[in-house]
Nanobody, 120 residues
Framework: VQLQASGGGLVQPGGSLRLSCAAS????????MSWLRQGPGKGLDRVSG????????WYADSVKGRFTISRDNDKNTLYLQMNNLKPEDTAVYYC??????????????RGQGTQVTVSS
């Protein structure tokens, strides 16, 4: 299993970023996927999850209404559109493969992360 996140960077508060995660080494369309993040000095938190076909999504309360998770099963790619970013969104963001097709599925693989920094 290989998961490579990209799209992070430095953005001002209120700005937007779109993260991507290229997946390989497994049948992407069969598994739920998630985005996780780890802020400076903090633990790893689950941010959002999506079912295998993209019909069901889940968001942490801290990002609900600002972030949108999506996937393209033909391209084996997971996305996270982040709008109205806040300084507290600063973290390393990781994509993770679920163990089932359920949007809240626990994860068994996590790829290399991409840094998102929200600062003026």
């Amino acid at each position: 299993v290989q998961l490579q996140a990209s799209g992070g960077g430095l953005v001002q508060p209120g700005g937007s970023l779109r993260l991507s995660c290229a997946a390989s080494g497994f049948t992407f369309r069969n598994y739920a996927m998630s985005w996780l993040r780890q802020g400076p000095g903090k633990g790893l938190d689950r941010v959002s999850g999506i079912s295998e076909a993209g019909r069901t999504t889940w968001y942490a309360d801290s990002v609900k209404g600002r972030f949108t998770i999506s996937r393209d099963n033909d391209k084996n790619t997971l996305y996270l559109q982040m709008n109205n970013l806040k300084p507290e969104d600063t973290a390393v963001y990781y994509c993770a493969k679920g163990t089932t097709s359920y949007s809240r599925s626990p994860s068994d693989y996590r790829g290399q992360g991409t840094q998102v920094t929200v600062s003026s």
